[in-house]
């Protein structure tokens, strides 16, 4: 497995409280990617980044932000959980441009409650 | 948008069958991956096709590009319990790096 780990692996938190999440990577690659996955709805892209302060958003990014100030850490923040945010969150990486495989830390369970 | 359909949802088969999932695209596709999720577990990247009409094997799994590059399938020979699981088809746009995945499908093998 790429050395990619997530933190923390399992949470609950109340509608309305902040919540981030970590991914860290020891790949030192560029693109780190932030998914949730929903039954019913596969994964989906959330927001993603192509280098250091470079982010951009995917394509259910509303009610998230994000944040890369090194290349090993892409945080994830939820400014006001709400329960429509309970879900599994996988962060990923790719080892290059295009259409590069991607590979999948082991995900935190966010229970909003 | 383009959009890609993966069926079936489920598919159950008893051990020793073989199973196929199928992505299916309204719109030429420039690549197609292929991964595989454990019950409880993360995705695991498996293959990327590009090439019309490619087939790539591995082991007991084939997976197919169409020549018209709108669809792809993934065959298992002989289905055994370690390949219980949910396989998703992935692509990405002409020199994207996003990935959107299908919808998935969940297999069950019956020992």
């Known amino acids: 497995d790429a050395g990619i780990t997530q933190s923390p692996r399992h949470k609950v938190t109340e509608t309305g409280t902040p919540v981030t999440l970590r991914c860290h990577q020891t790949?030192?690659?560029?693109?780190m990617y932030w998914y949730r996955q929903d039954p019913g709805h596969g994964l989906r892209l959330i927001h993603y980044?192509?280098?250091?302060?470079?982010?951009d958003k995917g394509e259910v990014s509303d009610g998230y932000s994000v944040s890369r100030s090194k290349t090993e850490d892409f945080l994830l923040t939820l400014e006001s959980a709400t329960s429509s945010q309970t879900s599994v969150y996988f962060c990923?990486?790719?080892f290059g441009q295009g259409p590069s495989e991607q590979y999948f830390g082991p995900g935190t369970r966010l229970t909003v409650t | 948008g383009q959009q890609v359909m993966q069926i079936p949802q489920y598919q159950h088969v008893q051990e020793g069958e073989d199973f196929t999932t199928y992505c299916n695209s309204s719109?030429?596709?420039?690549?197609i991956q292929w991964y595989k999720q454990r019950p409880g577990g993360h995705p695991v990247f498996l293959i990327q096709?590009?090439?019309?009409?490619e087939v790539k094997k591995q082991k007991r799994l084939t997976f197919q590009f169409g020549e018209a590059k709108k669809n792809s399938s993934l065959h298992i020979t002989a289905t055994q319990t370690t390949d219980v699981g949910t396989y998703f088809c992935?692509?990405?746009?002409?020199?994207?790096?996003?990935?959107?995945f299908g919808k998935g499908t969940k297999l069950s093998v019956i020992p």
């Open positions: 992935a692509y990405s746009g002409a020199g994207s790096y996003q990935l959107t």
């Open positions: 980044s192509y280098g250091v302060k470079d982010t």
């Open positions: 990923a990486i790719s």
């Open positions: 096709l590009v090439k019309s009409g």
């Open positions: 719109t030429t596709l420039s690549n």
């Open positions: 790949e030192n690659h560029r693109y």
